[in-house]
């Protein structure tokens, strides 16, 4: 499994994904991980589908979304994984960039919540 692990995070993109769903903490539909990381939808889903497969996230489904988020057994199990993610959300620029926009997209998700509440 050590090696699966490797060779999953040996890929830029994928460290990336795995970055922000972890700074995130919390489940992300694949819009908001095109969005934060500026991919293409067919990429995020590639990079999503091998993460999935190799055991890093779990998947829920809400309407027509599917919503990813990281597998916490996967990070109780190797927790070097947490030093790792900190390491590069802190070292890596393109990371700081991602969350950057991630935190833009919250707050517009944010206001068109607030205005839908308002008008029901």
Same mark, same amino acid.
């Given at each position: 499994?050590?090696?699966?692990?490797?060779?999953?995070?040996?890929?830029?993109?994928?460290?990336?994904?795995?970055?922000?769903?972890?700074?995130?903490?919390?489940?992300?539909?694949?819009?908001?991980?095109?969005?934060?990381?500026?991919?293409?939808?067919?990429?995020?889903? @590639?990079?999503?589908? @091998?993460?999935? #497969?190799?055991?890093?996230?779990?998947?829920?489904?809400?309407?027509?979304?599917?919503?990813?988020?990281? %597998?916490?057994?996967?990070?109780?199990?190797?927790?070097?994984?947490?030093?790792?993610?900190?390491?590069?959300? =802190?070292?890596?620029?393109?990371?700081?960039?991602?969350?950057? @926009?991630?935190?833009?997209? #919250?707050?517009? =998700? %944010?206001?068109?919540? #607030?205005? #839908? %509440?308002?008008? %029901?």
């Amino acid at each position: 499994m050590i090696l699966d692990i490797m060779k999953c995070l040996y890929d830029k993109t994928r460290l990336r994904i795995l970055s922000i769903l972890f700074y995130k903490n919390g489940p992300m539909c694949v819009g908001q991980v095109e969005d934060s990381l500026r991919l293409s939808q067919p990429n995020a889903s @590639r990079h999503l589908k @091998r993460l999935l #497969n190799d055991g890093f996230v779990i998947v829920s489904k809400k309407t027509q979304f599917v919503y990813y988020e990281l %597998d916490p057994k996967i990070l109780e199990e190797y927790d070097f994984l947490i030093c790792l993610l900190e390491k590069n959300i =802190e070292e890596m620029h393109e990371c700081a960039e991602d969350i950057k @926009r991630l935190k833009d997209i #919250n707050i517009v =998700e %944010d206001l068109k919540e #607030n205005i #839908n %509440d308002k008008v %029901d």
